[in-house]
């Protein structure tokens, strides 16, 4: 093989290959943390190139895969978070849902979205249509009632509705995501890409599509 070929493939394969630093607590470990930290640095390296197939990711100015990503478990209050430098999950919600690993992926689409002016329910809503969808294979694990609900509540919720929209206007996913990137309108791109259907519309289709509650 032409060895600036061979050199080529050995830059790909190292570009790819992600390193994860799992940082525990000094005291109060036990095997339940230590199994979740061990599927959540499994899963972290797995996820990493198909949320950023999922995103299309690599294609905008400035993006580039991470090298390695932090994982810190500690006493904190809420669930996990991406601060910019590492993923911090709560070792308490650990020892009440050991079996919740996959939150890390949520967290993960956040390193790879790094988004700048762009709304918060977007931001979340992909997060967990990754996590949900694709990760859970359509498993939201929410009780839908569309005429309560509204597109924009976030996380599962949006969520949901995005994986409704992929799957009529495939391509919405990494379209969005290259309106984010680019400084664009979220919701005028939703639209453009869903033949002219705004987010509201798009929703109340839904809606009078589901079935009626007793």
Known sequence: MNPLVLAGLLWVAQAVALEVKVVLPEQ???????????????LLKEWEPKVAEALGFGAHPGEVHPAAITIIFREMK?????????????????????EDSG???????????????????????????????????????????????????????????????EAKHPGLIRRLHAAAKQGRDIEQAFTEHCQGRAIDPFWADLAAAAPVKK
């Open 28 to 42: 109060g470990v036990d095997d339940k943390l230590k199994a979740f930290a061990a599927k959540s640095e499994a």
């Open 103 to 165: 939150l890390v992926v949520h967290e993960l689409v956040h390193v790879l979205q790094a988004y700048r002016k762009v709304p918060g329910w977007f931001t979340e809503g992909v997060a967990d249509y990754i996590r949900f969808q694709l990760l859970e294979q359509g498993r939201f694990g929410i009780r839908l009632d569309l005429a309560k609900m509204k597109p924009r509540d976030s996380y599962r919720v949006t969520g949901w509705f995005l994986a409704q929209a």
């Open 78 to 98: 809420g669930v996990a978070y991406w601060d910019g430098k590492a993923i911090h999950v709560a070792t308490q919600w650990v020892a009440s849902h050991p």
